[in-house]
């Protein structure tokens, strides 16, 4: 643990590039392409920290196959600190575990939110924060939703996953984002997942005269499912299959993106639960 701690200390304050993974609908395969984007960026050398924000599920742990001990309701009542509570995922990344934390930060009081301050500022910001969250606009997806510089939109070719997503979009502009691109999961082919990205330009440039950008798409692939089941991410699993290798083309278009902001992790955090 003391390694673990040590090694998130190192973490110097730089640009960092705060992106939120989210869906209009469940079952889109969302956390799988958080998780797998979060090992792939960490395998270039940068730092990563892959926040698991879906407070019904936290299904991250169960697609990297580990156990958390803590989570935000140990630092919360002070029983951990932050560098306790994250799980080492791979050389460069790790996990924070949600819990219902989150939920309740929002509620403390201004002497313990003071102390929970204190103990995340001792965490320098990372290159890459990935937020997984919870799908639809609930109160709590809203608050990353407009913490968070950029957006990611996970959706399939189901009619419904493509209205759910443009909804998503609206939701989005509606609070000043412009940063929003679309991944198309479980896409027959390449073809079929820029249909569906067409079909969701079109309609949001006629209403809302904007068009989000196209990131790529993940096809349907049986050897995810053979890597859920083993609990170990596709990418460390099978990574040569399509999908690891459309992940891999994902992650390589957002780090040839230039990071817009620097904010150390403390003024995210205080970004979030602003009260």
Known sequence: MSDQATGLRRMVSKNTRYIVVTSGKGGVGKTNISV?????????????MLFDADLGLSSADLVLGVAPKYSMNDLIEGRKQ????????????????????????AELSDRKFSFIERQLSEIKAPDYIIIDTAAGIGKNVTRFLEASDEAIIVLTPEPSSMTDAYVMIKLLKKRGKNNIALVVNM????????????????????FLDFTPSYLGFCPKDQ???????????????????????????????????????????????????AR
Request: a positive charge.
């Open 223 to 273: 050897l995810l499912s053979k890597a859920v089941r083993k609990r170990k991410p596709i990418i460390e699993s099978f990574p040569h299959s399509p999908f690891s290798r459309e992940i891999v083309k994902i992650a390589g278009k957002i780090s040839r993106e230039p990071i817009k902001r620097k904010r150390g992790f403390i003024d995210f955090m205080k970004h979030l639960f």
């Open 187 to 206: 896409a027959k082919n390449e073809s079929e997942a820029k249909s569906v990205f067409e079909h969701i330009s079109n309609i949001s440039k006629k």
């Open 82 to 105: 932050l560098s306790e509570i994250c799980i080492r995922i791979a050389e460069n990344a790790v996990l924070v575990p949600a819990g219902s934390g989150f939920e309740r930060l």
């Open 36 to 48: 797998n984007l979060t090992l792939v960026l960490a395998k270039t050398g940068k730092e990563v």
